[in-house]
């Protein structure tokens, strides 16, 4: 039962994640997939539809199958798009907007984290590790800053298992709210509404089948509100990438699954303390009524949060190309697994539990994490817009190989980027020309050729600014992010149309 003293204990550790999920949030700007999802919601502003054109600039990274007829975005689900479009109305655009629904979002899953942690096992203490526990994780704090859907995806997974608990308890209108949690979760990003519907119908089947019949019912008209939507997204999956998808093989999948499973022990959830936690039941044999195994009850619920990790593996690991953020609903999840373990410690000895924790947020990047978001964070985009803004003009062209979006997002000029697809012709005469060090895709190089083939470089003054050239303004995966200011990496290079060679071509 949740005392005051629970709540006044909720209370003080909100402050402190909030603290983390918003400190020093304006002052990175945003990276190319961010800047995606900022510059199709703008255009709600104005269409009210998303799309991939606003009249001036193109917004596609796979050269436009991103989107449909009249520009009208298909690649992603619109609640994200909608509900930022929102904050940009209310709050106007900038930097903070842009993150700030997604910092929210990733608040509310931390608070639903301890109450689905609450709800599977009886145990407030327990509840309190996992917030503590997905409040210090840094691969949580890295995907929930950032303007894009994985926090929304966290936050309707972990609502959606929770009415799904309540549902199986018979609670009152969990049915409704199951339906529409889980449009939601659709809505945010339909992947993991199929990873969640496969998860709930299996573990329903197993261990609550008096149940399953009202859950195939809701599920279905569920579904039935999503196929429309389904069939409309599924468009846009006709081979965006070149050269990278093929037939899925058992190798490709096996590497990327373990990949996945390579990078959640380093990140995420390691293999060290369920091992320890393995060889104390042995020697200490704790409490099995304690630890899941004779109670039938909360087996089947620690079964649950198994069967969506498992599942949102495999899933992911048909796609052949690793992303780290693809398994972010399940980051949640493996936090609770880790405060049951801790739990567990503690019931053999409370500095046990203390020192388990103590090595797990110490042995993470947590105190490169607070480095960052006490300090000032110098990246390739904020160099190339401040210089830009400072001495060019609004009717301006560019053209650059990446992180053309950012550069669309902060600007009012005409740029032509690498991954748009876009006719280069108008960009010959470009006033700016930005190669950037590092070639993050295939659609880059043609960008790269096109500009050593049609464009004289020697009627350009090359500018190095003082920002250190890497291959991203910073990105979400704690493989590839910069917690500090890269100092011995090149600098970014801008050339410079020459004024004269500029009004002898006109």
């Not at 998303?50 to 991103?66: A, L, V």
């Not at 842009?98 to 899953?109: D, E, I, K, N």
């Not at 899933?315 to 880790?338: D, M, Q």
Request: glycine letters at 4%; one cysteine or more.
């Amino acid at each position: 039962m949740i005392t005051k003293k629970h709540i006044l204990l909720l209370a003080v550790l909100s402050a402190g994640t909030l603290y983390l999920l918003f400190a020093n949030i304006s002052n990175q700007y945003l990276w190319q997939d961010e800047a995606e999802t900022a510059l199709v919601s703008r255009t709600i502003l104005t269409d009210g539809l998303p799309k991939g054109y606003d009249g001036k600039n193109y917004f596609s990274q796979m050269e436009g199958k991103d989107y449909g007829l009249g520009y009208v975005w298909r690649h992603h689900n619109w609640l994200p798009f909608y509900i930022l479009a929102g904050f940009y109305k209310l709050f106007g655009i900038s930097t903070f907007t842009s993150r700030l629904p997604f910092l929210l979002f990733g608040f509310g899953t931390v608070l639903l984290t301890y109450f689905l942690t609450a709800s599977l096992f009886s145990n407030i203490r327990t509840a309190f590790i996992a917030f503590v526990m997905l409040s210090l994780s840094v691969s949580f704090l890295l995907l929930a800053r950032q303007c894009r859907y994985y926090s929304l995806v966290m936050f309707f997974t972990l609502l959606s298992l929770y009415i799904y608990i309540l549902f199986l308890e018979r609670k009152k209108y969990t049915g409704t709210m199951l339906f529409f949690s889980s449009l939601f979760l659709f809505h945010s990003q339909n992947l993991y509404f199929i990873i969640f519907l496969v998860s709930i119908l299996l573990h329903c089947f197993l261990f609550h089948r008096d149940r399953i019949k009202s859950l195939v019912i809701v599920m279905s008209a569920s579904i039935a509100a999503d196929i429309p939507w389904f069939i409309w997204l599924s468009t846009s999956l006709n081979n965006p990438y070149p050269g990278y998808f093929g037939y899925v093989t058992l190798e490709r999948f096996l590497v990327t699954f373990c990949v996945f499973l390579k990078q959640i022990n380093k990140y995420v959830f390691p293999v060290w303390i369920f091992l320890v936690f393995i060889l104390i039941s042995i020697i200490k044999k704790i409490s099995v009524k304690k630890n899941l195994s004779e109670h039938r009850l909360l087996v089947g619920r620690v079964t649950l949060l198994f069967i969506f990790i498992l599942n949102n593996l495999l899933f992911v690991s048909i796609i052949p190309i690793f992303n780290f953020r693809y398994i972010c609903a399940s980051i949640p999840l493996l936090l609770i697994l880790t405060a049951c373990i801790l739990e567990a410690f503690i019931n053999v000895h409370i500095l046990l539990g203390i020192g388990a924790a103590v090595i797990f947020v110490i042995s993470s990047q947590f105190t490169d994490y607070i480095y960052e978001i006490t300090h000032d964070f110098d990246g390739p985009v904020e160099g190339i817009v401040l210089y830009l803004n400072e001495n060019g003009k609004d009717t301006d062209t560019v053209i650059m190989t990446y992180e053309d979006l950012p550069v669309k997002f902060y600007t009012k000029m005409k740029v032509f980027g690498g991954l748009s697809g876009e006719n280069l012709e108008p960009a010959k005469k470009a006033d700016w020309i930005i190669l950037r060090k590092y070639t993050n895709s295939i659609f880059e190089k043609d960008v790269l050729d096109y500009v050593h083939k049609n464009i004289d470089l020697k009627k350009y003054e090359i500018i190095e600014i003082n920002y250190p050239d890497t291959p991203w303004q910073n990105r979400e995966n704690p493989a590839y992010h910069l917690f500090f200011t890269r100092k011995n990496e090149d600098r970014v290079k801008i050339y410079k149309r020459i004024p004269d060679c500029n009004s002898t071509q006109k």
